[in-house]
C-alpha cells in the first residue's frame, strides 16, 4: 500500500454533533455515515463510479479506551472506508475523524501485493448481464439446452492462483444454476461442468472452462413449497416463554449489564457483532476479563478438485462481510421470549445509512441445573435453575445462513455458539459415489467443505498483564509418589513467545489454555485465570503446497496468541479478497514477540468439517461449532451460591401435589 497525504475538506464541514454521554466504542450513527460521506466527496475522494466497499468504526487504542473509562479525556472518533472505483478498479483506504471532520490519512492499495476489497453487491448483480451478453456463455448453455434466462449466475471469490491474466485484476468465477420459475429454489439445479471467469472491471467474460456435459439434476428443492414438503404435523403444542415481571438486564445505549455481567454492543459490517469490556461484578468490583470478542474470519474451504471447482474457498468476512448480510430478526422465528433488539445502522454501497431493525437480538433463558445435593448426612435437599444472558444476530451469505450467539452464564461462563444452516453448494453427481462429495437427492451432490470460524479474543484477565499455559492431563509413571498406577496430573507449559504459541487442540489429552494474570491471586494463593476450552475438531485439512493453505494460514492451528497491536484486526489480513496469502497471524507471528506478562490477543480457530447428509437436504439443519471460556481460580469459590430457590409459580406442575415446591 502506498500513503498519501490528503487535504482536509473544507473547515465549513462541521463534526457531526454526539451525545454528551456517548462512549468511543458505541456504533456508528446514521448521523456519522453521512458526516463520513461528507467529508470524503468534499475531500473530491469520490465521483459516480466510487463505491464504498467498506465503512466502519476505527476503534481508537485499547490503552486511549481504558485511560478514558479511568476519567481520561475522550478519543477522537474516526472511521475508516474502502472506496472502489467501478471504473476503473482503483481502490483506496481512507482514515476519517469525525471529531475534526477531515481526512487523516489515505493509502491506495496495490491490488498486486495487498489484495482487493471485499465484493460489491453492485458487481454480483452485473455478472448475470454480463454473461448474457457473452457469446461463449451462451453457446455453453445453448449446448445444454438451456435458455440463459433460466440460468440464475452466481458470482463466487475467484482465491489467487497465480494466472498472469488475473494478477492486478477485479475478477470473480461464476457457476450457473437454473430456476424453473421465480419461487423455484436454484440450488437444487446446478449446471456443473461448466465455469465462466469474468473481469469485473471491464466487465466481460475472459475465460470459460467448459469440463464435460453434465445432467441438470431435476428434483425440486422448495422446502417453502407445501406441495412438495407434504402436510404439516399437527402433534406440536405451544410453548410459551414470559417474564411476568421483565427481563432481569438492563440496557443504556449500548451498555448492557445482567446479574453480575456488563458489556458493551457493538457491530460493523465486516465481523457483525462484536462484545467489548466484558466484566463480572465480584463483591464491589468490575473485574475485567475479555476487551473485545469477534469471529473476525471465516474461511469455507471445497474439497471438490474438479476444473470447475478446485477454486472454492470462500472467505465469508473478509470477502463478502458477514454484518453487510445481517438479518432482520423476528420474535416467534429468530428469538423467542422478553427480547431486547438493537437496530444496526450500516452505510450501502454509496455511503448513505441505512438501518437493519433488529439486526441483533438479546434475551435471557432458563438453561437447567445450575447446581444440586441431597446430603445424605444433613438432610439438604438444594437445587438451582442456571440462565444464561443471550446476545445473537444472524446473517446469510449465499447458500449458507450463520448465526452467532453468545451466551452469559450466571457462574462466569462465556461460550460462543456458530449455527450452521442454509442450503448447501450443490453439484451435478449423476453416476453415484463420489470421493470428494455426497448424492443428496437423485443426481445431485454436495461436495465436501469445512466451516472454519477465527475467533479473536482480546484478553484482559484482572488486566492487560496476562500469560498463556497449556494445560494437558497427563498419567503419572508408577513409582515412589504413585505406586498403584492410579494417580494422573495437570502438566502446564508456559507459552512465553509468539512462535510457541501456534498450537493444536488435543482432546486425548483433555487440553485446554489457561489465561492467567500473574499479578493478583485468589484467597487460596493459587493464579487467578480464565480457560479456553476448544472442541478441537479438524483445522484446515488442504494440503500445504495448495493456494488456500497459504491464504488461510490461519486455520491451521486452533490457537494464536499474539501481543496486543491495534492495528492487527483480522488473522487473514485486512484485504482478503484475492490476496496471495501470508498476511495476517503467519506475518505478525513472524516478528516472535514475548508474550509472557503482557497484553496479549488469542486467536482461536473453530468449526465444522462436513461431509453433506441426505437429511441436510433441501435445507439443513442446524449444525454446531464453537467454545467455551470458563473461570479456574478467578472467584474464591462458587459464584452461584447467591442465586435464590425458584419459587413454586414458576415450576407447578399442571397437576399439584402437596410436594410440588420444586425448589423449597
Known amino acids: 500500500m502506498t500513503l498519501t497525504e490528503h487535504p482536509g475538506p473544507a473547515a465549513a464541514l462541521a463534526a457531526p454533533g454526539r451525545a454528551s454521554d456517548a462512549h468511543p466504542l458505541d456504533m456508528l450513527t446514521g448521523d456519522e455515515i453521512t458526516a463520513v460521506r461528507g467529508i470524503l466527496d468534499a475531500a473530491g475522494l469520490l465521483g459516480e463510479s466510487v463505491r464504498f466497499a467498506y465503512l466502519g468504526p476505527r476503534e481508537p487504542a485499547k490503552a486511549d479506551v481504558l485511560a478514558y473509562t479511568s476519567g481520561g479525556p475522550a478519543p477522537d472518533r474516526r472511521a475508516q472506508a474502502l472506496l472502489l472505483d467501478l471504473a476503473t478498479g482503483e ?77 492486478g485484476r477485479r475478477v470473480v468465477r461464476s457457476l450457473g444454476f437454473v430456476q424453473n420459475h421465480p419461487s423455484d429454489h436454484a440450488w437444487a439445479h446446478p449446471v456443473d461442468g461448466l465455469v465462466a471467469y469474468v473481469d469485473l472491471t471491464d466487465r466481460r467474460v475472459t475465460r470459460i472452462v467448459d469440463d464435460k456435459v453434465l445432467p441438470v439434476p431435476a428434483e425440486s428443492g422448495n422446502f417453502h413449497d407445501l406441495e412438495y414438503v407434504g402436510p404439516q404435523r399437527t402433534t406440536l403444542k405451544p410453548i410459551e416463554i414470559t417474564q411476568p415481571e421483565g427481563p432481569s438486564f438492563s440496557v443504556d445505549g449500548n451498555l448492557v449489564r445482567w446479574e453480575n455481567w456488563s458489556l458493551r454492543v457493538g457491530f460493523n459490517m465486516r465481523e457483525g457483532l462484536t462484545l467489548h469490556q466484558i466484566s463480572f461484578r465480584d463483591g464491589e468490583k468490575d473485574r475485567p476479563i475479555v476487551y473485545r470478542a469477534s469471529v473476525a474470519e471465516m474461511v469455507v474451504p471445497y474439497a471438490d478438485p474438479s476444473p470447475v471447482r478446485y477454486w472454492q474457498n470462500y472467505f465469508d468476512t473478509g470477502e463478502y462481510m458477514f454484518g453487510r448480510y445481517t438479518n432482520s430478526l423476528a420474535l416467534g422465528c429468530d428469538c423467542l421470549g422478553e427480547i431486547h433488539y438493537f437496530d444496526v445502522v450500516l452505510p450501502d454501497e454509496l455511503g448513505n445509512p441505512r438501518t437493519i431493525r433488529n439486526g441483533i437480538c438479546m434475551h435471557e433463558e432458563d438453561y437447567g441445573v445450575l447446581w444440586k445435593h441431597s446430603d445424605l448426612f444433613a438432610g439438604s435437599n438444594e437445587t438451582r435453575r442456571q440462565r444464561r444472558l443471550v446476545i445473537s444476530f444472524f446473517t446469510t451469505i449465499g447458500n449458507y445462513d450463520y448465526g452467532f450467539y453468545w451466551y452469559l452464564y450466571l457462574d462466569g461462563t462465556i461460550q460462543l ?46 488486566g492487560t498483564v496476562n500469560h498463556v499455559e497449556e494445560v494437558d492431563a497427563v498419567t503419572a509413571p508408577i513409582g515412589p509418589d504413585n505406586p498403584y498406577g492410579n494417580g494422573f496430573r495437570a502438566q502446564r507449559t508456559r507459552l512465553t513467545r509468539e512462535s510457541e504459541a501456534a498450537r493444536l487442540a488435543d482432546n486425548s489429552k483433555g487440553r485446554v489454555w489457561h489465561i492467567v494474570n500473574p499479578e493478583t491471586r485468589n484467597r487460596l494463593g493459587g493464579n487467578v485465570a480464565y480457560a479456553l476450552h476448544p472442541e478441537a475438531l479438524p483445522v484446515l485439512l488442504a494440503d500445504e503446497s495448495s493456494s488456500i493453505h497459504t491464504r488461510a494460514a490461519f486455520a491451521t492451528k486452533h490457537l494464536w496468541v499474539t501481543r496486543y497491536d491495534e492495528a492487527e484486526r483480522f488473522p487473514a489480513g485486512e484485504l482478503v479478497n484475492q490476496h496471495p496469502g501470508g498476511a495476517g497471524l503467519p506475518a505478525w507471528t513472524a516478528a516472535d514477540r514475548d508474550i509472557d506478562g503482557q497484553d496479549i490477543v488469542l486467536w482461536h480457530t473453530f468449526g465444522l468439517t462436513h461431509f453433506p447428509r441426505p437429511e441436510d437436504w433441501p435445507v439443513m439443519p442446524v449444525d454446531y461449532a464453537g467454545f467455551t471460556l470458563k473461570p479456574v481460580g478467578f472467584f474464591d469459590r462458587n459464584p452461584t451460591l447467591d442465586v435464590p430457590r425458584t419459587t413454586k409459580a414458576h415450576c407447578t406442575p399442571a397437576a399439584p401435589t402437596p410436594d410440588s415446591g420444586c425448589c423449597n
Request: with cysteine; glycine share 8%; proline share 8%.
Open 91 to 167: 481502490s483506496s483506504d481512507v482514515t476519517v475523524s469525525l471529531t475534526d471532520a477531515k481526512v487523516l490519512g489515505l493509502v491506495r492499495i496495490d491490488p498486486v501485493v495487498d489484495g482487493q476489497p471485499p465484493i460489491l453487491d453492485a458487481e454480483f448483480e452485473a455478472v448475470e448481464e454480463i454473461f448474457n451478453a457473452d457469446e461463449g456463455w451462451c453457446a455453453a448453455l445453448a449446448k445444454r439446452g438451456l435458455d440463459p434466462a433460466d440460468v440464475r449466475a452466481v458470482p463466487l471469490s475467484a482465491g489467487s492462483y497465480g494466472e498472469p491474466s488475473e494478477v
Open 417 to 462: 455458539e456458530s449455527k450452521a444452516t442454509g442450503v448447501v453448494f450443490t453439484s451435478s453427481l449423476p453416476d453415484g459415489p463420489h470421493d470428494f462429495a455426497t448424492e443428496i437427492a437423485p443426481g445431485l451432490g454436495a461436495p465436501y467443505h469445512q466451516h472454519l470460524f477465527s475467533a479473536r479474543l482480546d484478553m484482559t484477565v484482572d
